[in-house]
């Protein structure tokens, strides 16, 4: 089993629409969850960091993590056609990441305009 | 403020050979990451480094080293290249201060043939 379980989709909404993506992981020593975006041919950009279980709201986007489930889910209201992007779940051990960001496979958004 | 450059954009070898990557962090970060992202794939945590000294690293053989200089650019060398090494390798970098917060680089497409 990875420890990061995120499905790559893609997931194709309507402009407008409210997006919901999520991933999964199986090492509870994960303390720090990140999403990070990536255009094609780009490196990844920080969007949302959170610390505990709970919500984070940033703008239209939204991050919900529960420890307890294991779960993580970044919401974004009003999508628009340059949300079009790969999303990636990140987490860590440690807040600077000096154990290295792990990093799920990413799920690959397109909205329709 | 130029953000974290990597050189070259574009890379091809032939199996066997050795190559060396470069990254220059964003201004005023002294910590480098470097990871590999296979096509399709999250990146992958290779090592990391801090006052010229390797940190931590990942699941990676000998094969892939690194180096930090003074000014805090970085090298990543791999040698005994094979066709598994076909990736973007992106450097990451951050600063004490906002340890979570990591900038990357716009990677370098290696392809080994």
């Known amino acids: 089993q990875k420890e990061v379980e995120q499905d790559p989709g893609p997931l194709s909404v309507p402009e407008g629409a409210i997006v919901s993506l999520n991933c999964t992981y199986s090492n509870s020593a994960f303390q720090y969850f990140m999403w990070y975006r990536q255009y094609s041919r780009k490196g990844p950009e920080l969007l949302m960091y959170?610390?505990?279980?709970g919500n984070k709201e940033d703008g239209r986007f939204t991050a919900q993590v529960d420890k307890s489930s294991k779960y993580i889910s970044l919401f974004i209201r009003d999508s628009q056609p340059s949300d079009s992007a790969t999303y990636l779940c990140v987490m860590s051990k440690t807040g600077g990441g000096a154990d290295g960001l792990t990093f799920g496979k990413g799920t690959h958004l397109i909205i329709q305009p | 403020d130029a953000g974290v450059t990597q050189s070259p954009t574009h890379l091809i070898k032939t199996r066997g050979q050795q190559v060396t990557l470069r990254c220059s962090p964003k201004s005023g970060h002294d910590t480098v990451s470097w990871y590999q992202q296979a096509l399709g794939q999250g990146p992958q945590f290779i090592f990391q480094?801090?006052?010229?000294?390797?940190?931590q690293r990942g699941n990676f053989p000998d094969r892939f080293s690194g180096h930090q200089f003074p000014n805090y650019s970085s090298e990543l060398n791999v040698n005994a290249l094979l066709l598994g090494d076909s990736a973007l390798y992106l450097c990451?970098?951050?600063?004490?201060?906002?340890?979570?917060?990591?900038?990357f680089g716009p990677g370098t497409r290696l392809t080994v043939t």
């Open positions: 480094y801090y006052e010229e000294e390797e940190r």
């Open positions: 990451a970098t951050r600063t004490g201060g906002r340890p979570y917060e990591q900038y």
């Open positions: 959170t610390y505990s279980s």
